[in-house]
Protein backbone atom coordinates (compact mmCIF):
# COMPACT_ATOMS: atom_id res chain seq x y z
CA UNK A 1 0.00 0.00 0.00
CA UNK A 2 2.75 2.80 0.23
CA UNK A 3 2.01 3.70 -3.01
CA UNK A 4 -0.76 5.47 -1.58
CA UNK A 5 1.38 6.68 0.96
CA UNK A 6 3.73 8.18 -1.95
CA UNK A 7 1.01 10.21 -3.46
CA UNK A 8 -0.09 11.08 0.37
CA UNK A 9 3.03 11.98 1.00
CA UNK A 10 3.41 13.70 -2.14
CA UNK A 11 0.48 15.83 -2.06
CA UNK A 12 1.99 16.69 1.17
CA UNK A 13 4.59 18.06 -0.28
CA UNK A 14 3.08 20.10 -3.62
CA UNK A 15 1.23 21.12 -0.33
CA UNK A 16 3.76 22.78 1.44
CA UNK A 17 5.30 24.18 -1.36
CA UNK A 18 2.60 25.57 -2.74
CA UNK A 19 1.54 27.03 0.73
CA UNK A 20 3.78 29.93 0.70
CA UNK A 21 2.99 31.25 -2.45
CA UNK A 22 -0.60 31.28 -2.00
CA UNK A 23 -0.39 32.87 1.22
CA UNK A 24 2.07 36.06 -0.55
CA UNK A 25 -1.03 35.74 -3.66
CA UNK A 26 -3.98 36.09 -1.29
CA UNK A 27 -1.71 38.72 0.52
CA UNK A 28 -1.36 40.26 -2.42
CA UNK A 29 -5.03 39.68 -4.28
CA UNK A 30 -6.41 41.73 -0.74
CA UNK A 31 -4.24 44.81 -1.77
CA UNK A 32 -5.61 44.24 -5.37
CA UNK A 33 -9.21 44.33 -4.10
CA UNK A 34 -8.88 47.37 -2.29
CA UNK A 35 -6.79 48.94 -5.01
CA UNK A 36 -10.02 48.01 -7.46
CA UNK A 37 -12.81 48.82 -5.09
CA UNK A 38 -10.50 52.60 -4.88
CA UNK A 39 -10.18 52.43 -8.74
CA UNK A 40 -14.25 51.95 -9.23
CA UNK A 41 -15.12 55.13 -7.19
CA UNK A 42 -12.47 57.48 -9.60
CA UNK A 43 -14.29 55.73 -12.21
CA UNK A 44 -17.16 57.79 -11.34
CA UNK A 45 -14.89 60.69 -12.05
CA UNK A 46 -13.24 59.83 -15.07
CA UNK A 47 -14.86 57.72 -17.64
CA UNK A 48 -11.64 57.56 -19.97
CA UNK A 49 -9.92 55.34 -17.36
CA UNK A 50 -12.31 52.50 -17.91
CA UNK A 51 -10.91 52.50 -21.67
CA UNK A 52 -6.97 52.67 -20.30
CA UNK A 53 -8.15 49.48 -18.31
CA UNK A 54 -9.76 47.23 -21.27
CA UNK A 55 -6.53 48.20 -23.18
CA UNK A 56 -4.40 47.32 -20.37
CA UNK A 57 -6.00 43.85 -20.24
CA UNK A 58 -5.78 43.39 -24.09
CA UNK A 59 -2.28 44.35 -23.97
CA UNK A 60 -1.75 41.93 -20.81
CA UNK A 61 -3.73 38.94 -22.82
CA UNK A 62 -2.28 39.97 -26.02
CA UNK A 63 1.56 39.47 -24.58
CA UNK A 64 0.71 35.99 -23.14
CA UNK A 65 -0.09 34.66 -26.39
CA UNK A 66 2.53 33.76 -29.02
CA UNK A 67 3.36 36.16 -32.27
CA UNK A 68 4.70 35.85 -35.51
CA UNK A 69 7.09 38.68 -35.67
CA UNK A 70 9.87 39.25 -32.72
CA UNK A 71 8.87 42.27 -31.55
CA UNK A 72 10.69 44.06 -28.53
CA UNK A 73 8.43 47.35 -27.93
CA UNK A 74 5.76 49.37 -29.86
CA UNK A 75 4.87 53.06 -29.53
CA UNK A 76 2.36 55.66 -30.77
CA UNK A 77 3.91 58.64 -32.90
CA UNK A 78 2.51 61.99 -32.54
CA UNK A 79 0.62 61.31 -35.59
CA UNK A 80 -1.27 58.71 -33.78
CA UNK A 81 0.40 55.64 -35.72
CA UNK A 82 1.49 52.47 -33.84
CA UNK A 83 5.37 51.64 -34.32
CA UNK A 84 6.97 48.62 -33.71
CA UNK A 85 10.57 47.67 -32.86
CA UNK A 86 11.75 43.92 -33.64
CA UNK A 87 12.42 41.88 -36.28
CA UNK A 88 9.64 39.42 -38.37
CA UNK A 89 10.10 35.62 -38.29
CA UNK A 90 9.15 33.07 -40.88
CA UNK A 91 6.15 31.52 -41.50
CA UNK A 92 5.86 28.07 -42.63
CA UNK A 93 2.27 26.77 -43.61
CA UNK A 94 1.05 23.76 -44.76
CA UNK A 95 -2.24 24.84 -47.17
CA UNK A 96 -2.09 22.42 -50.16
CA UNK A 97 1.72 22.55 -50.63
CA UNK A 98 4.67 24.08 -48.08
CA UNK A 99 4.71 28.06 -47.93
CA UNK A 100 6.92 30.10 -46.75
CA UNK A 101 7.06 33.86 -46.29
CA UNK A 102 8.41 36.17 -43.79
CA UNK A 103 6.04 37.86 -41.27
CA UNK A 104 6.43 41.04 -42.23
CA UNK A 105 3.83 40.31 -44.56
CA UNK A 106 1.21 40.47 -42.36
CA UNK A 107 2.39 43.71 -41.01
CA UNK A 108 1.84 43.19 -37.19
CA UNK A 109 -1.71 41.49 -38.14
CA UNK A 110 -3.31 44.36 -39.85
CA UNK A 111 -2.69 43.77 -43.53
CA UNK A 112 -3.59 40.39 -45.74
CA UNK A 113 -0.68 38.43 -47.02
CA UNK A 114 -0.86 37.37 -50.37
CA UNK A 115 1.46 34.37 -51.07
CA UNK A 116 1.17 31.43 -54.33
CA UNK A 117 -2.27 33.07 -54.97
CA UNK A 118 -3.09 32.30 -51.03
CA UNK A 119 -4.76 34.62 -48.74
CA UNK A 120 -3.90 34.45 -44.90
CA UNK A 121 -4.59 36.58 -42.05
CA UNK A 122 -3.83 36.92 -38.26
CA UNK A 123 -6.68 36.51 -36.14
CA UNK A 124 -5.96 36.37 -32.33
CA UNK A 125 -2.82 35.45 -32.99
CA UNK A 126 -3.40 32.95 -35.25
CA UNK A 127 -3.26 32.05 -38.82
CA UNK A 128 -6.84 31.83 -40.77
CA UNK A 129 -6.80 31.84 -44.78
CA UNK A 130 -9.05 34.51 -46.39
CA UNK A 131 -10.84 34.56 -49.35
CA UNK A 132 -9.17 37.58 -50.73
CA UNK A 133 -6.71 40.54 -51.13
CA UNK A 134 -9.46 42.24 -48.91
CA UNK A 135 -11.14 39.37 -47.13
CA UNK A 136 -12.02 38.92 -43.98
CA UNK A 137 -12.30 36.99 -40.88
CA UNK A 138 -16.04 35.73 -40.41
CA UNK A 139 -17.35 35.01 -36.62
CA UNK A 140 -19.43 33.03 -35.02
CA UNK A 141 -21.91 33.76 -32.75
CA UNK A 142 -19.17 32.97 -29.67
CA UNK A 143 -16.80 34.99 -31.99
CA UNK A 144 -14.88 32.24 -32.84
CA UNK A 145 -13.61 32.21 -36.70
CA UNK A 146 -15.03 29.82 -39.05
CA UNK A 147 -12.37 30.76 -41.93
CA UNK A 148 -10.14 27.66 -42.68
CA UNK A 149 -6.94 26.95 -41.03
CA UNK A 150 -3.65 26.08 -42.46
CA UNK A 151 -1.41 24.02 -41.14
CA UNK A 152 1.02 26.03 -38.94
CA UNK A 153 4.56 25.31 -38.51
CA UNK A 154 5.60 28.69 -38.27
CA UNK A 155 8.94 29.82 -36.56
CA UNK A 156 6.75 32.17 -34.06
CA UNK A 157 8.60 34.00 -31.04
CA UNK A 158 8.15 31.29 -28.75
CA UNK A 159 9.84 29.24 -31.39
CA UNK A 160 12.51 31.53 -31.67
CA UNK A 161 13.35 31.82 -27.89
CA UNK A 162 13.05 27.67 -27.42
CA UNK A 163 15.85 28.04 -30.33
CA UNK A 164 17.74 30.15 -28.56
CA UNK A 165 17.57 28.32 -24.67
CA UNK A 166 18.43 25.05 -26.94
CA UNK A 167 21.78 27.07 -28.25
CA UNK A 168 22.41 28.79 -25.09
CA UNK A 169 22.19 25.61 -23.19
CA UNK A 170 23.83 23.39 -25.91
CA UNK A 171 26.78 25.81 -25.39
CA UNK A 172 26.76 26.29 -22.01
CA UNK A 173 27.21 22.68 -20.94
CA UNK A 174 29.32 21.69 -24.34
CA UNK A 175 32.23 24.37 -23.13
CA UNK A 176 31.65 23.24 -19.03
CA UNK A 177 32.09 19.46 -20.45
CA UNK A 178 35.23 20.63 -22.52
CA UNK A 179 37.10 22.67 -19.28
CA UNK A 180 36.43 19.32 -17.31
CA UNK A 181 38.61 17.50 -20.09
CA UNK A 182 41.13 20.34 -20.13
CA UNK A 183 41.22 20.71 -16.03
CA UNK A 184 41.92 17.13 -15.07
CA UNK A 185 38.18 16.50 -14.32
CA UNK A 186 38.06 20.05 -12.45
CA UNK A 187 35.44 22.47 -13.90
CA UNK A 188 36.31 26.02 -14.71
CA UNK A 189 34.65 29.00 -15.43
CA UNK A 190 31.45 28.69 -15.78
CA UNK A 191 31.34 24.71 -14.36
CA UNK A 192 31.94 26.12 -11.02
CA UNK A 193 28.60 27.58 -10.90
CA UNK A 194 26.94 24.73 -12.82
CA UNK A 195 28.58 21.82 -11.42
CA UNK A 196 26.66 22.16 -7.78
CA UNK A 197 23.54 22.23 -9.51
CA UNK A 198 24.10 19.91 -11.77
CA UNK A 199 24.72 17.45 -8.92
CA UNK A 200 21.70 18.85 -6.86
CA UNK A 201 19.78 17.30 -9.77
CA UNK A 202 21.70 14.41 -9.69
CA UNK A 203 22.23 13.68 -5.31
CA UNK A 204 18.82 15.58 -4.29
CA UNK A 205 16.36 14.76 -7.18
CA UNK A 206 17.61 11.39 -9.01
CA UNK A 207 19.09 9.31 -6.55
CA UNK A 208 16.23 9.64 -3.62
CA UNK A 209 13.56 9.60 -6.39
CA UNK A 210 14.56 6.82 -8.92
CA UNK A 211 17.38 5.03 -6.71
CA UNK A 212 21.18 4.11 -6.91
CA UNK A 213 20.35 1.47 -9.24
CA UNK A 214 18.53 3.06 -12.51
CA UNK A 215 19.03 6.67 -12.09
CA UNK A 216 21.76 7.14 -14.72
CA UNK A 217 19.73 6.18 -17.67
CA UNK A 218 17.39 9.40 -16.30
CA UNK A 219 19.78 11.60 -16.00
CA UNK A 220 19.99 13.37 -19.24
CA UNK A 221 16.21 13.98 -19.35
CA UNK A 222 16.26 15.16 -15.95
CA UNK A 223 19.21 17.83 -16.59
CA UNK A 224 17.90 18.85 -19.66
CA UNK A 225 13.92 19.17 -18.04
CA UNK A 226 15.45 20.97 -14.84
CA UNK A 227 17.72 23.52 -17.39
CA UNK A 228 15.54 23.92 -19.94
CA UNK A 229 12.68 25.33 -17.95
CA UNK A 230 14.61 27.37 -15.59
CA UNK A 231 16.10 28.84 -18.45
CA UNK A 232 13.13 29.46 -20.03
CA UNK A 233 11.24 31.03 -17.27
CA UNK A 234 14.12 33.15 -16.70
CA UNK A 235 13.71 34.67 -20.21
CA UNK A 236 9.93 34.99 -19.73
CA UNK A 237 11.32 37.76 -16.50
CA UNK A 238 13.25 39.89 -18.96
CA UNK A 239 11.92 42.68 -20.49
CA UNK A 240 11.81 40.95 -23.82
CA UNK A 241 8.83 39.09 -21.74
CA UNK A 242 8.46 36.28 -23.76
CA UNK A 243 7.00 32.87 -21.95
CA UNK A 244 7.32 29.77 -23.52
CA UNK A 245 5.61 27.88 -20.54
CA UNK A 246 2.85 29.69 -20.56
CA UNK A 247 1.89 28.06 -23.82
CA UNK A 248 0.24 24.28 -23.06
CA UNK A 249 1.72 23.15 -25.76
CA UNK A 250 5.25 23.02 -24.65
CA UNK A 251 4.35 22.17 -21.40
CA UNK A 252 2.17 19.19 -23.08
CA UNK A 253 5.51 18.03 -24.81
CA UNK A 254 7.21 17.71 -21.64
CA UNK A 255 4.85 15.91 -19.99
CA UNK A 256 3.58 13.61 -22.70
CA UNK A 257 7.60 12.90 -23.12
CA UNK A 258 7.62 12.56 -19.13
CA UNK A 259 4.36 10.04 -19.45
CA UNK A 260 6.47 8.47 -22.31
CA UNK A 261 9.66 7.46 -20.83
CA UNK A 262 7.47 6.71 -17.32
CA UNK A 263 5.45 4.29 -19.59
CA UNK A 264 8.53 2.44 -21.16
CA UNK A 265 10.54 2.00 -18.25
CA UNK A 266 7.99 1.09 -16.19
CA UNK A 267 8.57 -2.80 -14.86
CA UNK A 268 6.16 -5.72 -13.69
CA UNK A 269 6.06 -4.53 -10.93
CA UNK A 270 4.39 -0.92 -12.06
CA UNK A 271 2.09 -2.64 -13.86
CA UNK A 272 1.00 -5.15 -11.78
CA UNK A 273 0.76 -2.28 -9.07
CA UNK A 274 -1.85 -0.66 -11.98
CA UNK A 275 -4.14 -3.87 -13.25
CA UNK A 276 -3.81 -6.03 -10.13
CA UNK A 277 -2.66 -3.72 -6.76
CA UNK A 278 -0.87 -6.79 -4.53
CA UNK A 279 -2.22 -7.09 -1.10
CA UNK A 280 -5.72 -6.33 -1.36
CA UNK A 281 -9.00 -8.16 -1.67
CA UNK A 282 -9.98 -8.84 -5.60
CA UNK A 283 -13.15 -6.43 -5.56
CA UNK A 284 -10.40 -3.80 -4.26
CA UNK A 285 -8.45 -4.76 -7.19
CA UNK A 286 -11.07 -4.66 -9.50
CA UNK A 287 -12.13 -0.95 -8.77
CA UNK A 288 -8.52 0.20 -8.01
CA UNK A 289 -7.47 -0.97 -11.62
CA UNK A 290 -9.52 2.14 -13.37
CA UNK A 291 -8.36 4.42 -10.97
CA UNK A 292 -4.59 3.57 -11.20
CA UNK A 293 -4.88 3.26 -14.58
CA UNK A 294 -6.23 7.10 -14.77
CA UNK A 295 -3.68 7.96 -12.36
CA UNK A 296 -1.01 7.50 -15.24
CA UNK A 297 -2.46 9.81 -17.28
CA UNK A 298 -3.56 12.78 -14.28
CA UNK A 299 -0.15 12.83 -12.80
CA UNK A 300 1.35 13.93 -16.31
CA UNK A 301 -1.70 15.77 -17.08
CA UNK A 302 -0.73 17.43 -13.56
CA UNK A 303 2.47 18.21 -14.49
CA UNK A 304 1.35 20.07 -17.56
CA UNK A 305 -1.17 22.15 -15.74
CA UNK A 306 0.84 23.25 -12.75
CA UNK A 307 4.00 24.20 -14.46
CA UNK A 308 1.12 26.27 -17.33
CA UNK A 309 -0.81 28.03 -14.72
CA UNK A 310 1.59 29.25 -12.18
CA UNK A 311 3.56 30.64 -14.88
CA UNK A 312 0.99 32.16 -16.72
CA UNK A 313 -0.81 33.25 -13.20
CA UNK A 314 2.45 34.49 -11.82
CA UNK A 315 2.69 37.12 -15.40
CA UNK A 316 -0.94 38.14 -15.52
CA UNK A 317 -0.58 38.91 -11.51
CA UNK A 318 2.93 41.13 -12.37
CA UNK A 319 1.75 42.64 -15.51
CA UNK A 320 -1.72 43.54 -13.55
CA UNK A 321 0.12 45.11 -10.90
CA UNK A 322 2.87 46.83 -13.53
CA UNK A 323 -0.40 48.13 -15.53
CA UNK A 324 -1.94 49.65 -11.99
CA UNK A 325 0.71 51.80 -11.87
CA UNK A 326 -0.21 53.79 -15.21
CA UNK A 327 -3.96 52.97 -14.18
CA UNK A 328 -3.93 54.45 -10.66
CA UNK A 329 -1.75 57.49 -11.87
CA UNK A 330 -1.42 59.04 -8.51
CA UNK A 331 1.78 58.77 -6.21
CA UNK A 332 0.39 56.27 -3.26
CA UNK A 333 -1.23 54.11 -5.33
CA UNK A 334 1.75 54.20 -8.21
CA UNK A 335 3.67 54.14 -5.83
CA UNK A 336 2.64 51.21 -3.68
CA UNK A 337 2.09 49.00 -7.20
CA UNK A 338 5.31 49.63 -7.85
CA UNK A 339 7.05 48.31 -4.50
CA UNK A 340 4.34 45.49 -5.02
CA UNK A 341 5.79 44.47 -8.90
CA UNK A 342 8.85 44.44 -7.66
CA UNK A 343 8.73 42.38 -4.59
CA UNK A 344 6.45 40.10 -7.07
CA UNK A 345 9.24 40.03 -9.78
CA UNK A 346 11.38 38.53 -7.05
CA UNK A 347 8.66 36.18 -6.22
CA UNK A 348 8.77 35.26 -9.76
CA UNK A 349 12.00 34.59 -9.97
CA UNK A 350 11.95 31.95 -7.28
CA UNK A 351 9.06 30.47 -8.83
CA UNK A 352 10.95 30.05 -11.82
CA UNK A 353 13.26 27.97 -9.81
CA UNK A 354 10.76 26.31 -8.05
CA UNK A 355 8.78 25.61 -11.27
CA UNK A 356 11.99 23.75 -13.09
CA UNK A 357 12.73 22.08 -9.88
CA UNK A 358 8.67 20.49 -9.25
CA UNK A 359 8.69 18.99 -12.57
CA UNK A 360 12.16 17.67 -12.34
CA UNK A 361 11.18 15.94 -8.82
CA UNK A 362 8.08 14.78 -9.78
CA UNK A 363 8.88 13.48 -13.13
CA UNK A 364 12.11 11.28 -11.59
CA UNK A 365 9.60 9.97 -8.68
CA UNK A 366 7.34 8.96 -11.34
CA UNK A 367 10.22 7.35 -12.76
CA UNK A 368 10.81 6.06 -9.71
CA UNK A 369 7.99 4.10 -9.18
CA UNK A 370 8.25 2.64 -12.62
CA UNK A 371 11.08 1.35 -12.27
CA UNK A 372 10.94 0.09 -8.42
CA UNK A 373 11.85 -2.96 -7.43
CA UNK A 374 9.31 -5.46 -5.76
CA UNK A 375 9.32 -5.00 -1.70
CA UNK A 376 6.99 -7.84 -0.15
CA UNK A 377 7.54 -6.32 3.29
CA UNK A 378 5.70 -2.95 1.98
CA UNK A 379 2.56 -4.69 1.89
CA UNK B 1 -11.05 24.18 -20.57
CA UNK B 2 -11.82 25.02 -23.95
CA UNK B 3 -9.79 28.60 -23.18
CA UNK B 4 -6.90 26.32 -22.14
CA UNK B 5 -6.91 23.89 -25.33
CA UNK B 6 -7.91 26.94 -26.98
CA UNK B 7 -4.88 28.42 -27.07
CA UNK B 8 -3.00 24.68 -27.96
CA UNK B 9 -0.84 25.53 -31.59
CA UNK B 10 0.34 22.53 -33.84
CA UNK B 11 3.15 24.11 -34.64
CA UNK B 12 4.47 24.85 -31.51
CA UNK B 13 4.35 21.47 -29.83
CA UNK B 14 6.20 20.02 -32.88
CA UNK B 15 8.89 22.43 -32.98
CA UNK B 16 9.04 21.88 -29.25
CA UNK B 17 9.22 18.45 -29.38
CA UNK B 18 11.54 18.10 -32.15
CA UNK B 19 14.04 21.01 -30.17
CA UNK B 20 13.69 19.48 -27.20
CA UNK B 21 14.36 16.10 -27.90
CA UNK B 22 17.26 16.91 -30.23
CA UNK B 23 18.78 18.94 -27.45
CA UNK B 24 18.39 16.11 -24.75
CA UNK B 25 20.18 14.03 -27.35
CA UNK B 26 22.57 16.74 -28.43
CA UNK B 27 23.27 17.44 -24.51
CA UNK B 28 23.58 13.68 -23.43
CA UNK B 29 26.11 13.00 -26.08
CA UNK B 30 28.32 16.36 -25.89
CA UNK B 31 27.53 17.12 -22.20
CA UNK B 32 25.71 15.12 -19.77
CA UNK B 33 27.75 12.24 -20.44
CA UNK B 34 31.01 14.00 -20.61
CA UNK B 35 30.39 15.77 -17.28
CA UNK B 36 28.66 13.03 -15.16
CA UNK B 37 31.70 10.76 -16.23
CA UNK B 38 34.43 14.04 -15.28
CA UNK B 39 32.73 13.89 -11.96
CA UNK B 40 32.20 10.18 -11.00
CA UNK B 41 35.82 9.52 -12.09
CA UNK B 42 36.48 12.37 -9.90
CA UNK B 43 35.05 11.52 -7.02
CA UNK B 44 35.87 7.97 -7.22
CA UNK B 45 39.63 9.45 -7.44
CA UNK B 46 38.49 11.01 -4.33
CA UNK B 47 37.50 8.26 -2.50
CA UNK B 48 40.69 6.06 -3.60
CA UNK B 49 42.61 8.42 -2.44
CA UNK B 50 41.35 8.69 0.90
CA UNK B 51 41.30 5.28 1.06
CA UNK B 52 44.51 4.71 -0.17
CA UNK B 53 45.71 7.60 2.66
CA UNK B 54 43.55 5.42 5.51
CA UNK B 55 45.38 2.42 4.16
CA UNK B 56 49.09 4.15 4.31
CA UNK B 57 47.92 5.56 7.72
CA UNK B 58 47.23 1.98 9.33
CA UNK B 59 50.51 0.72 7.82
CA UNK B 60 52.22 3.44 9.16
CA UNK B 61 50.48 2.49 12.76
CA UNK B 62 51.61 -1.33 12.27
CA UNK B 63 54.94 0.10 10.94
CA UNK B 64 55.04 2.14 14.22
CA UNK B 65 53.82 -0.65 16.34
CA UNK B 66 56.77 -2.78 14.65
CA UNK B 67 59.49 -0.10 15.48
CA UNK B 68 58.21 -0.12 19.02
CA UNK B 69 58.44 -3.97 19.82
CA UNK B 70 61.36 -3.76 17.38
CA UNK B 71 63.06 -1.43 20.27
CA UNK B 72 61.57 -2.90 23.29
CA UNK B 73 63.40 -6.02 22.40
CA UNK B 74 66.32 -4.50 21.07
CA UNK B 75 66.13 -2.89 24.58
CA UNK B 76 65.42 -6.08 26.85
CA UNK B 77 68.08 -7.54 24.77
CA UNK B 78 70.98 -5.16 25.65
CA UNK B 79 69.79 -5.17 29.26
CA UNK B 80 69.98 -9.16 29.36
CA UNK B 81 73.73 -8.38 28.03
CA UNK B 82 74.31 -5.74 30.47
CA UNK B 83 73.28 -8.33 33.43
CA UNK B 84 75.26 -11.33 31.57
CA UNK B 85 78.40 -9.20 31.67
CA UNK B 86 77.85 -7.70 34.86
CA UNK B 87 77.21 -11.34 36.32
CA UNK B 88 80.50 -12.49 34.48
CA UNK B 89 82.74 -9.36 35.42
CA UNK B 90 81.87 -10.50 39.06
CA UNK B 91 82.15 -13.81 38.42
CA UNK B 92 85.31 -13.62 36.80
CA UNK B 93 86.45 -11.28 39.79
CA UNK B 94 85.48 -13.54 42.15
CA UNK B 95 87.38 -16.35 40.67
CA UNK B 96 90.52 -14.02 40.39
CA UNK B 97 90.63 -13.45 44.00
CA UNK B 98 90.22 -17.07 44.80
CA UNK B 99 93.00 -17.92 42.69
CA UNK B 100 94.99 -15.90 43.99
CA UNK B 101 94.18 -16.37 47.43
CA UNK B 102 94.98 -20.20 46.54
CA UNK B 103 98.24 -19.06 44.86
CA UNK B 104 98.92 -16.42 47.63
CA UNK B 105 98.37 -19.53 50.38
CA UNK B 106 100.84 -21.74 48.58
CA UNK B 107 103.45 -19.36 47.94
CA UNK B 108 103.37 -18.26 51.79
CA UNK B 109 103.52 -22.20 52.91
CA UNK B 110 106.39 -22.58 50.11
CA UNK B 111 108.30 -19.41 51.77
CA UNK B 112 107.39 -20.38 55.97
CA UNK B 113 108.66 -23.92 54.48
CA UNK B 114 111.81 -22.39 53.16
CA UNK B 115 112.22 -19.77 55.87
CA UNK B 116 111.81 -23.14 58.44
CA UNK B 117 114.77 -24.69 56.77
CA UNK B 118 116.71 -22.07 56.08
CA UNK B 119 116.08 -21.42 60.05
CA UNK B 120 117.29 -24.91 60.55
CA UNK B 121 120.11 -24.98 58.38
CA UNK B 122 121.44 -21.64 59.85
CA UNK B 123 121.19 -23.01 63.67
CA UNK B 124 122.62 -25.86 62.84
CA UNK B 125 125.49 -23.67 61.31
CA UNK B 126 125.79 -21.81 64.13
CA UNK B 127 125.83 -24.61 66.63
CA UNK B 128 128.71 -25.89 64.37
CA UNK B 129 130.38 -22.72 64.28
CA UNK B 130 129.63 -22.14 68.30
CA UNK B 131 130.97 -25.46 68.80
CA UNK B 132 134.05 -24.75 66.43
CA UNK B 133 134.81 -21.18 68.71
CA UNK B 134 134.29 -23.04 71.71
CA UNK B 135 136.24 -25.71 71.08
CA UNK B 136 138.97 -22.67 69.46
CA UNK B 137 138.61 -20.82 73.12
CA UNK B 138 139.11 -23.99 75.14
CA UNK B 139 141.91 -24.98 73.53
CA UNK B 140 143.80 -21.52 74.05
CA UNK B 141 142.08 -21.54 77.29
CA UNK B 142 143.10 -24.62 78.02
CA UNK B 143 147.18 -24.07 76.30
CA UNK B 144 147.22 -20.48 78.68
CA UNK B 145 145.81 -22.96 81.78
CA UNK B 146 148.52 -25.51 80.94
CA UNK B 147 151.47 -23.44 80.47
CA UNK B 148 152.56 -23.28 84.24
CA UNK B 149 152.65 -26.21 86.43
CA UNK B 150 149.98 -25.07 89.38
CA UNK B 151 147.65 -24.31 87.23
CA UNK B 152 147.59 -27.87 85.26
CA UNK B 153 147.27 -29.32 88.59
CA UNK B 154 144.49 -27.00 89.67
CA UNK B 155 142.54 -27.50 86.31
CA UNK B 156 143.10 -31.36 86.77
CA UNK B 157 142.00 -31.10 90.86
CA UNK B 158 138.74 -29.20 89.27
CA UNK B 159 138.24 -31.55 86.47
CA UNK B 160 138.33 -34.11 89.16
CA UNK B 161 136.14 -32.19 91.61
CA UNK B 162 133.66 -31.49 88.43
CA UNK B 163 134.01 -35.59 87.38
CA UNK B 164 133.06 -36.72 90.84
CA UNK B 165 130.16 -34.36 91.11
CA UNK B 166 129.02 -36.04 87.74
Given at each position: MHRFLGHYYLSDMQRKIALKPITLLLFLLTFMSYGQEGHSEENLLEGSKSDKETEMKEYILHHLKDSYDFGLYSYDTEEGETKHVGFPLPVILWDNGLKVFMSS????????????????????????????????????????????????????????LIFMVFVILFFMFKQMAQSYKKNNNLPMGIGRILEPIVLYVRDEIAIPNIGEKHYKKYMSYLLT????????????????????????????????????????????????????????????????????????????FALMIRLYANITAGHIVLMSIIGMMFIFNNWIGSSLSFVLAFVLAILELLVAVLQAYIFTVLSALYFGMAVEEHHDEAH | MEELFGGFSLGLFIWQAILFIALILLLKKFAWKPILDSVNDREEGIKNALESAEKAR?????????????????????????????????????????????????????????????????????????????????????????????????????????????
Open positions: KFHHGEEVAAVDGSYYKVFHSKIYKVDGPNGTIHLDEHGHATNAKPLDFSITKNVTVFFFVWIVNLFGLTPIGMNVTNNIAVTLCLALITYIITTFSGNKNYWAHIFWMPGVPWPMKIILAPIELLGTFIKP | LEMENLQADNQKLLKEARAEREAMLKEARDMKIKMIEDAKDEAKETAGKLIAQAQATIETEKKAAIADLKAQVANLSIEIAEKVVRAELSNKDKQEKLVESMLDDAKLN
